[in-house]
């Protein structure tokens, strides 16, 4: 890409007054396959290259993103971007002011081992065609989908402070999906494989296989017990669960944007605005958020603010430590920005997101949590959920469960979910396991217009106490 369009940018926004002034110009390359029920229903491949300009003038932002990259294009692009600033500028009640950061100068890419343009289109079909085959484990599977994407992205990141940032991500996922009914009763598994890398991940991993095994379960759901209505019952999760767990009442309420009721389109705001230091949870409660953990969705080293990325302490032992910032936040609540902002494309303006939340480990074996519990139940797999404006009442649903007795994994359960309160939740936190995971959630959505960004989630195992809910 050419460096010197981003920095005439900068310049020429700076010319026309802006205090300050950011600029992205990225280079996407985007591929969707998805076939369901032995039929093609997407096979697309996308491009495009484009700039996203931001001005700060008189403490009001402006944006504007061009995908013509002449010089005319820009200066247009950043006229707007500084006419947009300055007309908001007049209504502004408390004028935007940014944390300092150090201007970094850096470039860095993805660990790539198979360039997903270098496996033909044409290939990528016929293996995902034979991936969903596989779901259809037999007669009882009524449904099966197979999603795969690939995305590249190149992008030069400038601002008028002299930061200068080359970024070269890859990213790949693909979804499993299997319905299956018997008489009135129907049930589904899914199953996402992904990664910051190449379309290795599709070779290391047999597909076919895992295809065949989320078709297996699928059908094994149908024989397994529903589960019964039970209030305060001991639970321990699984990494998976725990990924939505997190992703949604740990994640989202952590972004600085929504502690300051700002931003509350799609995910509200949050119920513990005002209580950094307070005690939330237990002291097996840990929670981090951490953009440079390689091989995850979530991955990068610096921001779209050109903040360099670290790990964020959002929950130590109980007690909340801190939030997600932009500049902007960091400024309003006097800490050090950390890496928060991101854009899913150069269209959209950054937002305070997510990037690898998750809960910190214990030292607890996993098969301790269950063999030290008397009743209970083991709940596997995220589902969906269903979450308060403020992330407090929650309820969340799990693809499988077994119920707990006397120390061992006794009855398969279905049509399970849990509810509860998040303090309360997490005040009940008792054991955690030592090794985490963290699990691919490609379609975390924020913002309006909505922004559908890829992030990692997860954790250990943990034990806690809260409501399962079933049949009554």
Not at 6 to 32: I, M, Q, S
Not at 145 to 173: C, H, L, Q
Not at 246 to 259: C, F, K, L, M, Q
Request: hydrophobic share 40%; proline share 3%.
């Amino acid at each position: 890409m050419e460096e010197d369009l981003a920095l005439f940018a900068v310049g020429y926004a700076a010319k026309l007054g802006a205090d300050y002034v950011d600029v992205r110009l990225e280079d996407h390359y985007n591929e969707l396959i998805t076939v369901a029920d032995g039929k093609v229903q997407r096979g697309i491949i996308n491009r495009k290259r484009g700039m996203g300009v931001r001005t700060l003038v008189n403490g009001a932002w402006g944006f504007q993103s061009t995908t013509d990259l002449t010089k005319k294009g820009i200066r247009q692009a950043a006229e707007i971007a500084f006419k947009i600033a300055k007309a908001s500028s007049r209504h502004v009640h408390a004028p935007v002011k940014l944390a300092p950061t150090k201007a970094y100068k850096a470039s860095y890419k993805i660990k790539v081992k198979v360039n997903l343009e270098d496996v033909a289109f044409e290939d990528k079909l016929k293996e995902i065609i034979a991936w969903e085959k596989k779901l259809h484990t037999s007669k009882k599977i009524v449904r099966g989908t197979a999603d795969y994407t690939g995305i590249k992205i190149g992008k030069v990141f400038v601002n008028s402070e002299g930061a200068n940032i080359r970024f070269s991500n890859s990213v790949t996922w693909a979804g499993l999906k299997a319905d299956a009914k018997k008489g009135v009763v129907t049930q589904f598994y899914e199953k996402m494989v992904g990664h910051s890398g190449g379309y290795e991940i599709f070779q290391k991993n047999d597909m076919e296989e895992i295809s065949a095994e989320t078709g297996q379960k699928a059908e094994s759901l149908l024989e397994a017990k529903a589960v019964k209505t039970e209030k305060d019952a001991v639970v321990v999760l699984d990494s998976n669960y725990v990924a939505l767990l997190t992703h949604e009442i740990v994640g989202h309420p952590s972004e600085a944007d929504r502690v300051l009721g700002r931003e509350a389109a799609w995910a509200g705001t949050t119920w513990w605005a005002g209580k950094i230091g307070e005690k939330i949870g237990s002291d097996y409660f840990t929670a981090y958020d951490d953009p440079a953990v390689e091989g995850t969705l979530g991955y990068f080293l610096y921001d779209d603010e050109g903040v360099k990325a670290k790990r964020k302490v959002l929950i130590e032992k109980g007690v909340l430590k801190g939030h997600m910032h932009s500049r902007e936040t960091a400024a309003i609540f006097g800490v050090e920005p950390n890496a928060g902002m991101r854009a899913i494309t150069f269209e959209y303006i950054p937002l305070i997101r997510m990037s690898n939340t998750f809960l910190g480990e214990g030292d607890w074996k996993r098969e301790e949590l269950i063999e030290e519990t008397k009743h209970g139940y083991l709940i596997s797999c995220m589902r969906h959920p269903s979450i308060d404006d403020k992330r407090y009442n929650w309820t969340i649903s799990a693809q499988e469960a077994y119920e707990i007795k006397n120390g061992e994994l006794t009855t398969p359960l279905r049509d399970v979910a849990l509810t509860s309160i998040a303090p309360k939740f997490f005040k009940s936190i008792n054991a955690v396991s030592e090794k985490i995971e963290l699990v691919p959630l490609p379609g975390c959505g924020k913002g309006d217009p909505m922004q559908s960004l890829y992030v990692g989630n997860g954790g250990p195992y943990i034990r806690g106490v809260a409501t399962v809910l079933g049949v009554q």
